[in-house]
């Protein structure tokens, strides 16, 4: 809990400083990654939307921190129900693979292979001449350097596990796999809260059901332990999450963001809402109206609107070189020339200009986004 003076000081000293993306374009239109803040993502499946996630909201977050040792600063609470975690470790591997050690391609059988999850799970499949398939070996020497990878990065961020799944040390990043209704996770929510701070409690009057006049106590404010620490919850994807009883996909999903915002206002956490846009963008008028200017909108977003009238900022990302949209170009970029394009479009801001475009490429093997062009500003 803060008031006036103490968020003024707190921004004199340096101390509100948003968190950055690894996106310069997206660092410029979202004022980066703030506390107090929830960021709606929309994709069509597939998109990549998870991938910006992970690279945007934990992997540099996290290089930040911990290059300016503060590490102790961040957690995150990471609902994965797309992805289980061992997966996930192996996505965040191949990244540092290619970040720590420039391995961004390896060579098998005189064939050049991107590196990637894929590879390091021993689950890629090379063709050979007459037609037969086999599983590629992680080479020696890549798997020295993985296991390196997994004792200097995996484990700091995801903790350590035993093979039957029982966790050893614990790391910065909390997995949680096994759905849970918005009510469930707004209890898990709060009582992590209570582990990092002190409610603040108000006593009022009120009537009972009887009529009669009783006293009870409401939450009026939250005091952390550590005002500069960030707290960011991520869930990939609300769509997913276990429904309450008798509810709707749209009431279950807006409950869930009717929590969220309470906690994010009252903790100053950062919420990270990864969300599936419907089919409307490949609908052939608005693709004949928009021509290559076309991109999602809240208006894509699948089974509620209120994401975007929730959250801080809503954001999309958007495949355009996805056949079923028939593009050649989009917003100027020749798309047969960038097959790696991806562009990111901040719709609905609170606090920051848009609509904003960032064009990016995304090489989805090693979980990285990059500037299509060199000096990329935000359109």
């Known amino acids: 809990m803060s008031n006036f003076i103490e968020t003024y000081k707190k921004g004199r000293q340096g101390k509100s400083f948003g ?7 997206l660092d410029k239109a979202i004022n980066g990654l703030q506390r107090k803040t929830s960021i709606g993502l929309a994709a069509a499946p597939k998109c990549g939307k998870t991938t910006l996630c992970d690279f945007s909201f934990v992997i540099h977050p996290y290089l930040q921190c911990l290059a300016l040792g503060i590490l102790d600063k961040v957690e995150w609470i990471y609902f994965s129900y797309e992805i289980d975690r061992v997966s996930k470790e192996f996505k965040f591997a191949a990244f540092f693979m290619a970040h720590d050690h420039g391995i961004y391609n390896y060579v098998y059988k ?25 599983v590629v070996q992680v080479s020696d020497e890549h798997f020295e350097i993985l296991k390196k990878v997994y004792d200097e990065r995996i484990i700091p961020l995801f903790g350590e596990y035993a093979a039957d799944g029982t966790m050893l040390k614990a790391g910065k990043i909390h997995i949680i796999e096994e759905p849970e209704n918005p009510t469930g996770i707004n209890k898990f929510l709060l009582h992590h809260a209570a582990t990092q701070g002190k409610f603040l409690y108000t006593t009022y009057w009120t009537v009972d059901d009887q009529g009669n006049r009783v006293q009870r106590q409401r939450v009026s404010g939250y005091v952390p332990n550590d005002p500069d620490k960030f707290t960011i919850v991520i869930t990939d994807h609300i769509r997913k999450l276990r429904r309450e009883r008798g509810f709707s996909m749209k009431e279950n999903i807006d409950k869930y963001l009717e929590y969220s915002t309470i906690i994010r206002n009252l903790c100053a956490w950062t919420f990270i809402h990864v969300i599936h846009s419907n089919r409307n963008l490949a609908n052939v008028d608005r ?38 949209y028939n593009l050649k170009k989009h917003m100027g970029v020749e798309l047969k020339e960038n097959p790696h394009y991806r562009s990111i479009h901040i719709t609905e801001s609170r606090n920051t200009k848009c609509p904003a475009h960032i064009q990016t490429n995304m090489y989805g093997g090693i979980s990285t986004f990059t500037p299509l062009f060199n000096n990329q500003k935000t359109i």
């Not at 590196?115 to 007459?130: A, I, R, T």
């Open 110 to 134: 005189e064939k050049t292979y991107a590196m990637s999850d894929v590879y390091l799970k021993g689950q890629q499949l090379h063709e050979n001449p007459d037609g037969t398939l086999e």
């Open 19 to 25: 968190l950055t993306t690894g996106i310069k374009g």
């Open 287 to 324: 693709l004949r109206m928009a021509g290559e200017q076309v991109f999602p909108t809240a208006d894509d977003c699948k089974d509620s609107g209120n994401p975007a009238e929730e959250c801080t900022i809503f954001m999309t990302l958007f495949n355009p070189g996805d056949e079923k």
